[in-house]
């Protein structure tokens, strides 16, 4: 059983601060919903087999996901970004609708880049890729990658092999916001992904990448910061169960400067 109060996440430069008004209690009892261990067992219906309440309840944690996607994609963005991260958009000839054949041609790019950079099958090649779908019903996808050396565009275009390339250096007046900006690329292809693929990964990401740091806590005071620091912060209502029972949990959300030379 785990007791807090605080949940602490380090990204890079940055930290994040959930302050909790009542205290998480965490233990192997905790109340679990019995109908989704049921749905779990069945064999997953499209939307379109799901009665209306389920389809809401669906939608609920479709858009729940999304966010959680895009806070993830964020984190790492933070975690990993450099002056030498780029935005690749790939886009194809031929009409490929089929996400499976597609996301086999990203996965081959990919190893091809790796080896053109770095003369080696071992990846090392640090990115993050979402796919998504173009309006003719055609795949194309955006790819972030971090820290890597520089490929001639003619080059990339006889990698990738199926159509074009377009690569860009992230420019961001504001290093705070970089993470938002990059990830405000990838919202829609999250979207789509949680929506047309459920159950399939939101976004791609190669396990070489720096990752997050968290921690929870238990605290009698609050944390403080100066607000010179402090780039933003909300008030929401959380919920957690207590005593059976389903009940608010008010939350004070920071996100901190916690390198103040960047």
């Known amino acids: 059983m785990k007791i807090y109060n605080q949940k602490i996440i380090r990204t890079g430069p940055y930290v994040e601060v959930w302050e909790y008004s009542k205290p998480i209690i965490t233990h192997t009892d905790e109340p679990i919903d019995s109908s989704e261990l049921t749905d779990k067992k069945k064999k997953r219906r499209s939307f379109d087999e799901l009665t209306t309440d389920e389809q809401k309840k669906r939608l609920l944690r479709m858009e729940i996901s999304r966010l959680q996607a895009k806070w993830r994609l964020l984190r790492l963005v933070d975690c990993n970004y450099d002056d030498r991260t780029s935005f690749l958009t790939i886009t194809t000839k031929e009409n490929i609708s089929d996400r499976a054949i597609f996301l086999n041609m990203i996965k081959t ?73 990059v990830t405000k690329y990838f919202e829609k292809g999250i979207g789509q992904e949680l929506l047309e693929s ?32 402090v780039l933003f912060e909300s008030n929401y209502v959380s919920k957690i169960y207590r005593d059976g029972h389903l009940i608010d949990n008010p939350v004070h959300y920071r996100k901190i400067k916690f390198d103040t030379s960047i």
């Open 109 to 181: 790019f990919i190893k091809r880049y790796n080896y053109t950079v770095y003369n080696t099958k071992k990846s090392k090649l640090q990115y993050v890729a979402v796919l998504e779908k173009q309006q003719r019903g055609s795949w194309h996808s955006h790819i972030l990658l971090f820290n890597v050396p520089f490929v001639d565009h003619s080059q990339l275009l006889k990698i990738w092999g199926h159509g074009a390339v377009r690569i860009n250096k992230v420019d961001v007046d504001s290093k705070e916001n970089r993470g938002r900006y």
């Open 198 to 229: 459920f159950g399939k990964k939101s976004y791609l990401s190669s396990r070489n990448l720096k990752k997050p740091e968290e921690e929870k806590i238990l605290l009698n005071g609050k944390l403080s910061f100066s607000e010179s620091v």
